[in-house]
C-alpha cells in the first residue's frame, strides 16, 4: 500500500534541463522512496488510497532545500558579528564568545538552526565543524533531517593566531588528534539513521594546516571513494597567511599541489581574480556558494555566476552560519545568489528563478555528492520534498500562461513561512508548519537561556577586543 500520496499540486520536479513543472501533478511514496510522479488524473487509480493523503492545491510541491554549507552550532550568537572588516570577524567577534561556551551549548545552537531551517524547506544539511558526532546523535538523527557531515581538521591551537598578519603557529599533534577523530567518526557514523547520515572528510582551511596535513587528508578521502569538503580563498585573512607561506594566492598553491579535481568541495572561493575562478571550474571542484554571508562579512559577491560560466561542473548555495549572516533560510540564500550575481555582472539575465531552484536542489545535492538519491521528484529517488502554500497575498495571483509564475515568486518573494508540510526520507516532519521530530518550544528556551550565558559571560571580552561593532555598541548605535 502506498504511505504517503501527494496529489493536485504545481509540481516543480527538477527533471530536465528547468524546473520540470507538471501542473496539477501527484507524487507517490512507499517507504522512504518515490514510486510515481505525474499528473493526478492519471496517478489517482493506484495510489489515491494512500494512508496519508495531501491534497495540494494552491501549493508547490518541490524537492526539499539543500544547504551545502553550513554551521549550525553557530546560531546561539546570532547578530553578534556583522557589519565589522572582514579581517576583525573571526578574531575581535567570533574569537571571544568561544571561551564561554559551556559542555553542550553548540548542540543547542545546532538545535535551533536545524529547527529554522527545516520549517524554512531545507531537508538535506552540508554541516562542517569541530566535533560532529554529538549533532549527528542527537540533533540530525533525532529531528529526521538528512544531514551529510565532516569534522574539521587543522592545526589551530588556542596560541596559533595571535596577530593576523604573521604566520599562524601550528601544532602537528592537534592535526594528529583530529584527524584520527575524523576517521573514527566516518567509520562509526556512515549510513547511520537508516542512511539520513551520510559522511565526508573536511581540512578546515588551507590556512588552517600544512601542505603535508591537507595533502594526507585528500588522500585518506580518496582511498575511501569520499569527497572533501573545505574553505577556500575566503578572505582577507587567508589570503595574508598563504602569500607569507607560499608567496602566491591559495588557488595558484592548490593547484600547484594538485589538490583541485572533482572530489574537492570548495566552500566561498570569494577572495578570487577572474583568470582563477575560471582555473577552479577547469579543474572539476565543486563549489558552493554562501552569498548571504559572504556579502555581509566580506563585502563581496562571491563569484557563483562565473564560476558556472566558465563550465563549473556542479554548484550549489548554503547558509554557512547565523553569526554572520542571521539566518539558515534557503529561500533567502536563493533571493541574495540571484540578485548580487545579477549586480555583479550588470546582467539581469544572469541566475534566472529557474536555475537557482535548481542550484538549491537538484545540482546542490550533485554538489556535495548526493545527486543520485535526493534533489529531484522521480521515482528511485528518496522522498524529500516540501509543500508551499502559494495562497497567500505576497505569492498571489498564481498564473500559468503566458509567463508561469510560480519557480520565480517561490526564488523573489517567498519567506519560509510559506512552507506547510516537510517530508524526509518518507517521514512527515514538518505538517501544518509544525515540526514534528522536535519540540520547538523547548528548542528556543534552551537556545534562549545558553546564549544569555555564553553573551553576559563573554561581554568583557567582546568589548576588550574593541571591534568596529563593539565601537558601535559603545557609542549607542545598537
Not at 1 to 28: P, R, W
Not at 247 to 265: A, E, W, Y
Not at 387 to 394: A, D, F, I, Q
Request: glycine letters at 10%; charged letters at 20%; one cysteine or more.
Amino acid at each position: 500500500m502506498t504511505d504517503i500520496y501527494v496529489k493536485n499540486g504545481f509540481l516543480l520536479t527538477m527533471q530536465g534541463e528547468g524546473v520540470g513543472s507538471i501542473q496539477d501533478g501527484a507524487v507517490a511514496i512507499e517507504g522512504n522512496t518515490i514510486v510515481a510522479v505525474g499528473k493526478t488524473a492519471d496517478l489517482d487509480k493506484e495510489y489515491g488510497g494512500a494512508e496519508h493523503v495531501f491534497d495540494a492545491k494552491g501549493k508547490a510541491v518541490l524537492p526539499g532545500f539543500v544547504d551545502a554549507h553550513v554551521h549550525t552550532s553557530n546560531t546561539l550568537i546570532r547578530g553578534e558579528g556583522q557589519d565589522v572588516p572582514e579581517i576583525e570577524w573571526m578574531l575581535k567577534t567570533q574569537a571571544p564568545f568561544g571561551p564561554h561556551h559551556r559542555p553542550g551549548d553548540r548542540l543547542l545552537g545546532s538545535a535551533l538552526g536545524v529547527l529554522e531551517a527545516v520549517k524554512s524547506g531545507t531537508t538535506c544539511f552540508g554541516e562542517i565543524g569541530g566535533n560532529m558526532a554529538p549533532a549527528a546523535e542527537k540533533v540530525f538523527g533525532p529531528s529526521g533531517v538528512r544531514a551529510h557531515l565532516a569534522n574539521t581538521i587543522n592545526e589551530i591551537g588556542p596560541g596559533s593566531r595571535p596577530d593576523p598578519h604573521k604566520p599562524y603557529i601550528f601544532f602537528s599533534d592537534i592535526g594528529e588528534r583530529k584527524l584520527k577523530e575524523s576517521i573514527e567518526f566516518i567509520d562509526e557514523w556512515e549510513g547511520a539513521f537508516d542512511g539520513r547520515i551520510t559522511t565526508m572528510f573536511s581540512p578546515h582551511a588551507a590556512d588552517m594546516m600544512s601542505e603535508e596535513l591537507l595533502l594526507r587528508v585528500k588522500q585518506e578521502a580518496n582511498e575511501r571513494g569520499m569527497m572533501s569538503h573545505i574553505h577556500i580563498a575566503q578572505g582577507g585573512r587567508e589570503a595574508i597567511q598563504i602569500n607569507l607561506r607560499y608567496g602566491t594566492t591559495i588557488v595558484k598553491h592548490l593547484d600547484s599541489i594538485g589538490f583541485l579535481d572533482n572530489t574537492i568541495i570548495g566552500a566561498h572561493c570569494h577572495q578570487t581574480s577572474d583568470e582563477e575562478v575560471a582555473l577552479l571550474a577547469k579543474s572539476g571542484m565543486r563549489y558552493v556558494s554562501c552569498p548571504a554571508s559572504i556579502a555581509v562579512i566580506d563585502g563581496i559577491t562571491p563569484p557563483l555566476a562565473l564560476y558556472l560560466a566558465s563550465g563549473g561542473v556542479s554548484a550549489g548555495i548554503g547558509s554557512d552560519q547565523a553569526s554572520g549572516n542571521n539566518h539558515h533560510n534557503m529561500l533567502v540564500e536563493m533571493k541574495v545568489a540571484a540578485l548580487l550575481n545579477k549586480c555583479r555582472h550588470t546582467d539581469p539575465t544572469v541566475l534566472p528563478a529557474w536555475k537557482m531552484l535548481r542550484i538549491a536542489t537538484i545540482e546542490g545535492a550533485e554538489t556535495i555528492g548526493l545527486g543520485d538519491s535526493i534533489g529531484s521528484l522521480e521515482p528511485g529517488k528518496k522522498a524529500d520534498l516540501l509543500l508551499l502554500n502559494l495562497k497567500v497575498p505576497h505569492m498571489m495571483p498564481i498564473i500559468t500562461t503566458p509567463v508561469p509564475n510560480v519557480a520565480p515568486n517561490i526564488v523573489y518573494s517567498a519567506r519560509g513561512d510559506e512552507v506547510e508540510t516537510v517530508i524526509i526520507d518518507g517521514n512527515i516532519v514538518v505538517r501544518d508548519r509544525e515540526v514534528l521530530t522536535m519540540d520547538e518550544e523547548k528548542v528556543m528556551e534552551d537556545a534562549q537561556k545558553a546564549s544569555t550565558a555564553i553573551t553576559e559571560s563573554a561581554a568583557e571580552d567582546f568589548f576588550k577586543a574593541d571591534s568596529y561593532l563593539a565601537k558601535a555598541v559603545k557609542k549607542g548605535l545598537l
